[in-house]
């Protein structure tokens, strides 16, 4: 008996082993295809659509008046603001605005009378200082005219017949005849030298000796002509320019002494007649300091609303503040050239272009809407966002209004939905299922088993969708992100074109890295209808 339990326990072991492998294998199945189903369920896309798509983007700004009084201080250097009137008063012509210090302008009249005085002193000076000057022209110009004589003598003395250059050129000349006579008489000697030479009279150096001087003559002569020729054909000429060189330059000094004497005495002149005119300037400046201190009140050359300037932080001009000459403290707008004073932000930048029509809303009257236009958009992007040292730039617009609503103000702060384009019959797919990989443009479509990548080319894009010009049919689902096993390639490059000026950017800068998604709002929920206003229609 305890034999044969010995046999049956092996048994039982090995089909409990194999009953619980069993269990786990079809456990894990389930629980694999439970995940699956679970994983699948996750990463269920939106249909790729067809319809209307209405493109417009939404630029922050504040009212602003493109023409308007200025209001400056015309006092001149600094004072201070001793009254001002309260901002937003409806002023008439001629009302008062502001007073400012005029004290200073009234200490400096005593001065300025003494200042009449010492100016009188200087004439007499002055006009025995011009009687002087006047007669040393006279003899500087006396000697410079002499020196033009000698120079025009020296040229004359070298050009006339028989003068220096006919003595020159016979000298020349004949040099060469006693040279040549020299030669022949070298030639005689050796003829005679080369006879006793023949008949062995003379020894060979002595023969030798009077070849070399035969040689030696013929170069004499052949130098003498050289000479002669160098003479006539530049000898003779930069002689001739030498001298009427000087004579040149005595001409000019004559000229320039003649012109010198006139400028000192016109300076001389203009010194007398300063002191006699300083007098005049002195009661012109009386009539100016009489001037400024009539501006120390500023008074509205228009009616209109009053309106100050505002400083760095918001600020603006109060009694007891300084004042400096030419500085603005405030402006009469005119009510009927209101504009937007807007900033767009570089990814909307190739979007909005000039003449684009748009709708202006304020925060001040929600329920007014303005149509506009787009009339400038700046190239360059505006100067307190290089100061911020942000990454991301601003580029300053201008909107003009068809019409100013009673009530509208400079400095409110307004809405303008600029209206890009309406797309008709086109596809599209929300924002969130574009992606940007290694350059390209992708989206991922659903499949069976699998969702498989695919290269999109995108066309414009709103908050929540993107126009889909290549790469989907119509009612392809796509995924609303990136599978599980999906890992970017790296470092992303900006795709090369664009199929549409204006398009969605694949590479933005403040857009997402390889693998991301674009950050501008997200895709409605599945069977959600498009909002309106940048969603189809």
């Known amino acids: 008996m305890a034999k044969r339990k010995s046999k049956v326990l092996p048994v039982l072991i090995i089909?409990?082993?194999?009953?619980?492998?069993?269990?786990?294998?079809?456990?894990?199945?389930?629980?694999?295809?439970?995940?699956?189903?679970?994983?699948?369920?996750?990463?269920?896309?939106?249909?790729?659509?067809r319809g209307d798509l209405h493109v417009s983007e939404v630029v922050r700004g504040n009212l602003k008046a493109s023409d308007s009084i200025q209001l400056k201080v015309g006092i001149e250097g600094g004072t201070k603001i001793t009254y001002l009137?309260?901002?937003?008063?409806?002023?008439?012509?001629?009302?008062?605005?502001?007073?400012?210090?005029?004290?200073?302008?009234?200490?400096?009249?005593?001065?300025?009378?003494?200042?009449?005085?010492?100016?009188?002193?200087?004439?007499?000076?002055?006009?025995?200082?011009?009687?002087?000057?006047?007669?040393?022209?006279q003899s500087d110009l006396a000697a410079a005219e002499l020196a033009?004589?000698?120079?025009?003598?020296?040229?004359?003395?070298?050009?006339?017949?028989?003068?220096?250059?006919?003595n020159e050129l016979s000298a020349a000349e004949e040099s060469i005849i006693l040279k040549e006579v020299q030669l022949v008489r070298a030639r005689q000697e050796l003829e005679w030298t080369e006879k006793l030479y023949d008949e062995g009279f003379v020894q060979r150096n002595q023969f030798e000796a009077d070849e070399l001087t035969v040689?030696?003559?013929?170069?004499?002569v052949d130098q003498a002509k050289r000479d002669l020729q160098l003479k006539k054909t530049?000898?003779?000429?930069?002689?001739?320019?030498?001298?009427?060189?000087?004579?040149?330059?005595?001409?000019?000094?004559?000229?320039?002494?003649?012109k010198q004497a006139r400028s000192r005495i016109a300076d001389l002149e203009a010194s007398r007649d300063s002191t006699r005119y300083k007098l005049d300037r002195e009661k012109k400046e009386l009539a100016r300091m009489e001037l400024q201190i009539s501006k120390g009140k500023m008074l509205a050359p228009e009616a209109g609303?009053?309106?100050?300037?505002?400083?760095?932080?918001?600020?603006?001009?109060?009694?007891?503040?300084?004042?400096?000459?030419?500085?603005?403290?405030?402006?009469?707008?005119k009510s009927d050239s209101l504009v937007v004073d807007?900033?767009?932000?570089?990814?909307?930048?190739?979007?909005?272009?000039?003449?684009?029509?748009?709708?202006?809303?304020?925060?001040?009257?929600?329920?007014?809407?303005?149509?506009?236009?787009?009339?400038?958009?700046?190239?360059?992007?505006?100067?307190?966002?290089?100061?911020?040292?942000?990454?991301?730039?601003?580029?300053?617009?201008?909107?003009?209004?068809?019409?100013?609503?009673?009530?509208?103000?400079?400095?409110?702060?307004?809405?303008?939905?600029?209206?890009?384009?309406?797309?008709?019959?086109?596809?599209?797919?929300?924002?969130?299922?574009?992606?940007?990989?290694?350059?390209?443009?992708i989206v991922f479509v659903k499949g069976s088993p699998e969702a498989t990548l695919r290269e999109v080319e995108?066309?414009?894009?709103?908050?929540?969708?993107?126009?889909?010009?290549?790469?989907?049919?119509?009612?392809?689902i796509v995924l609303l992100a990136p599978p599980a096993s999906f890992k970017p390639s790296g470092t992303p490059t900006a795709p090369t074109g664009t199929p549409e000026e204006g398009a969605m950017p694949r590479m933005p800068r403040s857009g997402p890295q390889r693998g991301g998604r674009p950050q501008q709002g997200g895709a409605p929920k599945r069977g959600g209808s498009p909002k309106s206003g940048g969603a189809p229609k």
């Open 85 to 137: 009137a309260d901002e937003g008063v409806a002023l008439k012509k001629g009302d008062l605005i502001a007073e400012f210090d005029t004290s200073k302008f009234k200490d400096n009249l005593a001065r300025q009378q003494i200042a009449v005085n010492n100016s009188e002193a200087s004439v007499v000076k002055a006009e025995e200082q011009l009687d002087i000057q006047a007669i040393q022209n």
């Open 15 to 49: 089909v409990s082993l194999f009953a619980g492998s069993v269990y786990a294998a079809v456990h894990f199945e389930l629980t694999s295809k439970m995940f699956a189903s679970d994983t699948e369920e996750a990463i269920q896309g939106a249909p790729v659509r």
């Open 234 to 258: 530049y000898g003779h000429r930069r002689r001739i320019a030498e001298l009427e060189s000087s004579v040149g330059t005595k001409l000019r000094n004559v000229n320039k002494v003649t």
């Open 342 to 441: 807007a900033g767009i932000h570089e990814t909307k930048l190739k979007k909005i272009k000039q003449g684009m029509s748009c709708t202006v809303t304020t925060d001040a009257f929600p329920g007014i809407t303005v149509q506009g236009t787009v009339k400038f958009v700046a190239v360059m992007a505006s100067e307190n966002n290089w100061r911020s040292g942000g990454d991301e730039r601003s580029y300053k617009a201008t909107i003009t209004l068809d019409s100013t609503p009673d009530g509208f103000r400079p400095g409110m702060s307004c809405n303008a939905e600029v209206q890009i384009k309406d797309l008709t019959n086109v596809l599209y797919v929300p924002r969130q299922c574009v992606l940007f990989d290694a350059g390209k443009t």
């Open 305 to 333: 609303l009053l309106v100050y300037a505002r400083g760095r932080w918001g600020q603006t001009v109060k009694e007891g503040d300084d004042a400096y000459g030419g500085s603005k403290i405030g402006t009469i707008p």
């Open 458 to 476: 995108v066309g414009l894009d709103t908050n929540n969708w993107v126009q889909i010009v290549s790469g989907l049919e119509e009612n392809e």
């Open 148 to 166: 033009l004589e000698l120079a025009e003598l020296d040229l004359e003395k070298y050009t006339i017949d028989g003068g220096e250059w006919a």
């Open 215 to 220: 040689q030696s003559r013929v170069f004499e």
